[in-house]
Nanobody, 124 residues
Framework: QVQLVESGGGLVQAGGSLRLSCAASGRTFSSYAMAWFRQAPGKYREFIALISGSGARTTYADSVKGRFAISRDNAKNTVYLHMNSLKPEDTAVYYC?????????????????WGQGTQVTVSS
């Protein structure tokens, strides 16, 4: 079992920045990949970024490439999403997810555990 708790969401103006955190517990954190997804009202859950267990490999969706950065601190069992140059279309509930098999997939079905989500709202 893995428990995930996100934090750091909020309201920000367009062009601003936020850092989301996701604290994990229950398994050896460095042994599995982590990812961030988001879901806006009426839309499918969208892949944002993933990171391997060691942190050596990252992958981003085209929609956030160059603006967002994923990182992890295995000593703190925490993964981060650094979001810069935020746009109103980034407004969504953001979820972190754990893939215990480290498939490094952008598909939500590859992730066994999910956090409860944190709301990010970007005003224009």
């Amino acid at each position: 079992q893995v428990q995930l708790v996100e934090s750091g969401g909020g309201l920000v103006q367009a062009g601003g920045s936020l850092r989301l955190s996701c604290a994990a517990s229950g398994r050896t954190f460095s042994s599995y990949a982590m990812a961030w997804f988001r879901q806006a009202p009426g839309k499918y859950r969208e892949f944002i970024a993933l990171i391997s267990g060691s942190g050596a490999r990252t992958t981003y969706a085209d929609s956030v490439k160059g603006r967002f950065a994923i990182s992890r601190d295995n000593a703190k069992n925490t993964v981060y999403l650094h979001m810069n140059s935020l746009k109103p279309e980034d407004t969504a509930v953001y979820y972190c997810a754990a893939d215990l098999y480290s498939r490094l997939s952008s598909s939500p079905i590859s992730y066994e555990y999910w956090g409860q989500g944190t709301q990010v709202t970007v005003s224009s």
